[in-house]
């Protein structure tokens, strides 16, 4: 089943399209990768899905229900949570109350304060970050930082979560702590969309991958397809008369 | 003995204390004070209520309203305006609802508006209604200014000291609510607000609005003690800075913190403003640079810094008593 549809999705910043007819759809229960060169519209696309910019034409559907118009306060109440590329933590709080607000208002229905806090300390928990709870969240490494961002998101009880280069600027044992958790996350039956730079996190947990290029979408496939597709390893590697010279 | 311990374990215990003193201080003031020292409290306590209601929207949000004095003066003009239709206590009622209103509206327009831009747009609302008030006065009751019928100064202070509770009991709790939770991510990051379900349109909005209402009632209770208002007096933007001064010089980031600020500068500004004008700007300036320069957390920032040096030396005065001990035995 379709979770997440776009058709014909495109987006305008004066006369460059960012997004350009781009058609997509997202299955329910998979980890769909997103990936293509700085620039290419991943970041853009990430947000016409959560509200955060206005579609310029097309339309996306989550659940059947088109998201057009719909501000992102009330997209993320329709269950879709978000990441962000660069971190957006609430400096001015610790790291509990950063997953609260996730949790009070996340949802559509009045959350009581004892549930809130159950909540938060449980996604702290699950992202493996319960020690630091009281801890000012400017405090913590931005591998922290962008687990506090998940916790946060998870809090709002998402169906689908949108995640904004989760593994940048992680070392390798961190990356693969994280492949971990967008693992259980999957497990817990959220789906997900990633964009990611780190290949080989990608190729790993994700079962099928969209390639982006200059805002259209060039390719589309498994794991394996992806990587043996010419027009992908050419914009990657460059072409191979260039790679020879 | 470890007075540290004492404290931590009986906060409420003497918050609780303090607050029945201050209360208490409050209520029997006018028993034995001069007329003119019940004055001066009565307009450090209208600065109380200014600074804690400016603190409540632009300490926890990060939107810098210069819009205090707009909703003040309006609270002025109500009174000016109301005096011989209404009783006092009603006409307090109408300028808070007339503030929130007026704030509602202007938030609608404006709250869209980031940064910068929303702090000069306040800042132009009050210069606006400088004029605009000017206008409307002269053109339809073809006089500039209004004399105000004086009330009694028992009455004044005792309501005055009803706002005040009024003002921090709901400031306190909007803090404490997921209102103010939500106030505090939009000062955080306002765009991870927005994703995470916080309405934020609505909140700035009512919250702007919420705290428009203190300055419009502080605004009626003024009016009689100035007992003459016109719309330079009225909406004068030094009603617009010095809150934020005084909020500036508590600390923002509590309740307690801007009301401190407040009855320190507020006490200064009364009192010392008649007696030594131009040294006072000048001190006033002084005092601002330093704020800036070694408080930017405020008086209450003080608390922690103090707690982490006499705390380490009483941890070097302990561990020396240790030792000296072992060495004597």
Known sequence: MRILEGQGVTKFFGGLAAVSNVDFAVDQGEILGLIGPNGAGKTTLFNLVSGALPLSSGEIRFKGRKLNGLKPHEICKMGVSRTFQETKVFTNMPVLQNVLVGAFFGSPKHVSAADAARQANQALEFVGLSAVSTVPVKDLTLVSQKRVEVARALATKPELLLLDELMAGLNATEVSEAMELVTRIRDKGITILMVEHVMKAIMGISARVMVLHHGEKIAEGTCSEISCNKTVINIYLGEEAHAGS | ?329
Not at chain 2, 12 to 36: D, M, Q, S
Not at chain 2, 48 to 66: D, E, I, K, N, P
Not at chain 2, 301 to 308: E, H, K, S
């Open chain 2, 1 to 329: 003995m470890d007075i540290t311990r004492f404290v931590s374990t009986h906060r409420k215990l003497l918050l609780g204390g303090f607050l029945i003193l201050v209360l208490i201080f409050l209520a029997t003031f006018p028993l034995y004070a001069r007329a003119y020292d019940i004055r001066v409290l009565i307009f450090v306590l209208i600065y109380v209520v200014l600074a804690v209601s400016w603190a409540m929207f632009s300490g926890t949000t990060g939107y810098m309203s210069l819009a205090p004095a707009a909703f003040f003066g309006l609270g002025m003009y109500a009174m000016a305006l109301l005096q011989n239709e209404l009783p006092f206590l009603l006409i307090i009622a109408m300028g808070g609802a007339v503030s929130f209103v007026f704030a509602l509206l202007v938030g609608l327009v404006t709250l869209r508006l980031k940064g910068m831009y929303f702090a000069v747009f306040t800042f132009g609302l009050v210069v606006f209604m400088t004029e605009i008030i000017q206008y409307l006065e002269t053109r339809l009751l073809g006089k500039h200014g209004q004399a105000i019928v004086p009330i009694d100064n028992e009455t004044l202070f005792y309501i005055m000291v009803g706002v005040v509770v009024a003002t921090v009991l709901v400031t306190y709790l909007i803090r404490r609510s997921r209102l103010g939770l939500a106030m505090l991510s939009i000062g955080g990051n306002e765009e991870a607000a927005e994703h995470m379900g916080v309405n934020t349109t609505m909140v700035k909005v009512l919250t702007f609005a919420i705290s428009s209402i203190f300055m419009g009632v502080a605004g009626v209770v003024a009016a009689p003690v100035l007992i003459y208002v016109n719309s330079n007096i009225a909406f004068s933007l030094y009603y617009s800075f010095l809150p934020i001064f005084m909020a500036t010089l508590g600390g923002v980031g509590t309740t307690y913190g801007p009301v401190m600020g407040a009855v320190i500068l507020g006490y200064l500004d009364t009192r010392l403003r008649a007696e030594l004008f131009n040294y006072f700007n000048l001190g006033f300036g002084v005092i601002m640079v330093l704020i800036i320069l070694f408080l930017p957390k405020g008086i209450t920032g003080l608390v922690p810094m103090l707690q982490d040096k006499l705390g380490g030396a009483m941890r070097r005065l302990r561990k020396g008593d240790r030792e000296e001990r072992h060495a004597n035995t």
